[in-house]
């Protein structure tokens, strides 16, 4: 076979092909929000940057609880219509669940508030449950057009949402503050795609209403219990893992150093974050129909490892340099943080590409029990070093987090093989 023929059969290939769609739809998101970094980091302080971490990190953790995780198991049906069910069920527990955030909100007002240094947050900290009711269900109707392989909507859709943030969020001169600028342009950009997403679905799947249950949705529910009882946790677990960096230095030092540590993150999982929206729907897509899964594993994993590790090595040599010259002469200090994040950022990418897995194979409580360790572990050294130097602190969890990573990786394989075992064994001889 030529080499043409090779690049021609590549491109053919429906896992390649669907990758590409994808991918090029958040090549011109992220393009959007590339471009308006360096504007964004003039107009706005670290310290606003910091404050507004708090409270999307916030908003990240009860969205990861308002749809029970069910998003991801609306790719695994055979039927459609079951499928639906989970969607409609799905958006119904999201519903419940922003009520519930409403009641926390009124009853632990003080407490939350207290965590934010401005004043301002004491009327922001309200768009919470708006803003968790659209996350989540959001997150249920990309599960929808994941599983009819509609890419170039999911891609357009994340186009239209990166445009609208990044356009309120220019208009800082609008806002009494920094910190309105930047939770309206976050709210807003999650309002316009929620609803372009759901106006498409709407027009294609309305007639499949009518064949709703409350009986036949919580059947289909019930059916994928998995989900809720340990991907849910496992999610709530992770997402505080991700986020508590910004959480603990938000106790431990400046809303300033803050701001640092999350336009650095940001800036590095930036490229990253490209790769794995486009890579992570079509892997677990893919997962559920191979035949060759460890085959499929292990190739995705090392080839997001060391394109990681391509896009990222500038920023290991010239870090304070490139985000002085990007971002500005006061983030400095962003770089430095940057460098000090690195194994734990390549490491974390590469493994959340592939650890779908566990879902796709029925064994979510894995993630569940490595989660609890590594959230006991982070915590654990956080409060040990909360006196320590904070760049100390940051190159030891980053170190300690890169490697809990590689564990995971590791065990999904060994998972794989096993589960593939047991199925040859279950195969009846001719």
Not at 190 to 218: A, D, H, N, P
Request: one cysteine or more; hydrophobic letters at 50%; glycine letters at 6%.
């Amino acid at each position: 076979m030529s080499m043409n023929s090779k690049f021609e059969s590549i491109f053919r290939n429906d896992f390649v092909k669907n990758v590409l769609t994808l991918f090029s739809w958040n090549l011109l998101a992220q393009a959007v929000t590339l471009l308006s970094i360096p504007i964004l980091t003039r107009i706005y302080t670290p310290e606003e940057f910091g404050a507004v971490a708090l409270f999307i990190s916030m908003v990240n953790l009860f969205a990861v609880v308002s749809n029970g995780q069910y998003d991801l198991a609306i790719v695994l049906p055979k039927r459609n219509g079951e499928a639906f069910h989970i969607l409609i069920g799905s958006i119904f527990i999201t519903i419940l669940f922003s009520v519930f955030a409403l009641l926390i909100v009124i009853v632990f007002f003080k407490p939350l508030t207290g965590a934010f240094e401005s004043s301002t947050y004491k009327k922001i900290i309200w768009l919470l449950p708006l803003a968790v009711f659209f996350f989540g269900s959001h997150k249920s109707f990309s599960g929808w057009f994941n599983r009819s392989r509609s890419y170039k909507t999911i891609g357009v859709n994340r186009l239209i949402q990166n445009t609208g943030q990044t356009t309120i969020r220019l208009g800082r001169n609008f806002f009494s503050s920094g910190h309105w600028g930047l939770v309206t342009g976050y709210i807003v950009g999650e309002v316009i795609s929620w609803g372009v997403m759901f106006l498409q679905l709407f027009k294609k799947e309305f007639w499949r209403l009518k064949y709703v249950s409350m009986k036949s949705v919580s059947k289909s529910l019930r059916e994928y219990l998995n989900f809720p009882l340990f991907l849910m946790p496992m999610g709530v677990l992770n997402t505080i893992s991700t986020n508590l960096l910004v959480f603990a230095l938000s106790l431990v030092t400046s809303s300033t150093i803050v701001g640092h540590y999350e336009r650095a993150w940001r800036v590095v999982t930036f490229p990253l974050t490209l790769i794995s929206s486009s890579f992570g729907s079509v892997f677990y897509e893919k997962m559920t129909r191979t035949a060759s899964r460890r085959r499929f594993y292990l190739l995705s994993y090392f080839g997001n490892f060391f394109l990681a590790l391509l896009i990222l090595f500038p920023i290991a040599i010239w870090g304070e340099a490139i985000f002085v010259f990007v971002l500005g002469s006061e983030w400095s200090i962003a770089g430095k943080i940057a460098k000090y994040i690195l194994p734990l950022t390549i490491s974390g990418f590469a493994t959340q590409c592939v650890s779908s897995i566990f879902s796709v194979i029925k064994k979510n409580q894995i993630l569940l029990i490595w989660q609890i360790i590594y959230l006991g572990l982070a915590v654990g050294w956080i409060f040990f070093a909360k006196e320590l130097d904070v760049y100390f602190l940051l190159r030891v969890y980053s170190w300690g987090g890169a490697f809990m990573y590689l564990l995971l990786a590791f065990i999904g394989f060994i998972k794989i093989e096993s589960n593939e075992l047991l199925k040859s064994a279950d195969k009846p001889l001719n």
